[in-house]
């Protein structure tokens, strides 16, 4: 298949969000979910023998992941394991010749999507449903109007989820949302959003528990992904009761 063959090293994965100091074995998590979520990323790196082995990256050159954009390295950590992806075995090299952090301080922001945290739900939900959240259709016209009235949904892609949209309203119009979009169906990764001048009265937290209600209720795993930097979406998944598991960055070198 042209593909180089794999290179482990016992080093540490790194980056590292930035409220850990070291690697952290992520036992805790229930192991079937565990192991559901690192099979979706192992399939999405399209690199059979990664995320297996504990404390160990495996790096991969000419592999077609699907882990970052074409022609990027990916990088995804989960727990004490984790993978890079190059799209040839010259970059692959580079990958192993310095430390990742190293090498994305040379990368410019325009080369560069994250680092973003990786969370989890291996339990139900914390949050009760609330009374007041209803569920729409991703192409209801509110909720284009939604992402249109707010700078940073794009992110979200609410309007792209193939679930149900767990909403909140204030009169007809949606003030808060909340959908996911299956990956491999097993994972359902979330998109939240809430409109400009509705933020801090918990109305993501209500809106996102019905969406990974209603994604565990069909036997997948809700996914949390934000940016190591968005401290009120990572406070939110916390309180929801997601896992912290670990870190994805995409860059060109």
């Not at 090293?9 to 979520?37: H, K």
């Not at 036997?219 to 939110?236: F, K, M, Y």
């Amino acid at each position: 298949d042209g593909m180089a063959p794999a290179l482990y090293t016992d080093a540490c994965p790194t980056p590292l969000p930035a409220r850990s100091s070291s690697c952290r074995p992520v036992r805790s998590m229930d192991e079937a979910i565990f192991e559901q979520v690192t099979g979706t990323w192992r399939e999405l790196a399209k690199v059979p023998q990664a995320l297996r082995v504990p404390s160990a990256v495996t790096v991969q050159a000419g592999a077609e992941a699907a882990i970052c954009p074409p022609g990027w390295c990916g990088y995804v950590r989960l727990g004490d394991r984790a993978v890079l992806t190059a799209p040839d075995a010259d970059r692959a090299s580079r990958l192993t010749s310095a430390p990742l952090e190293s090498l994305l301080a040379g990368v410019s922001p325009a080369n560069r999507l994250g680092p973003a945290v990786l969370g989890y739900l291996d339990r139900p939900v914390d949050v009760p449903i609330a009374t007041g959240v209803v569920a729409v259709a991703a192409d209801d016209a509110r909720i284009a109007a939604l992402e249109a009235a707010t700078v940073d949904s794009a992110e979200a892609a609410i309007s792209d989820s193939t679930s149900p949209v767990f909403v909140a309203c204030d009169g007809e119009q949606i003030v808060a949302a909340a959908g996911y979009r299956p990956w491999l169906d097993r994972i359902a990764h979330i998109g939240v959003v809430t409109r400009t001048g509705f933020r801090g009265q918990g109305l993501a937290k209500v809106v996102s528990a019905a969406a990974a209600a209603h994604a565990q209720a069909g036997g997948l795993v809700p996914q949390w992904r934000a940016r190591e930097d968005n401290t009120p979406s990572r406070a939110v998944a916390v309180a929801l009761g997601f896992t912290e598991l670990g870190v994805q960055v995409s860059f060109r070198l």
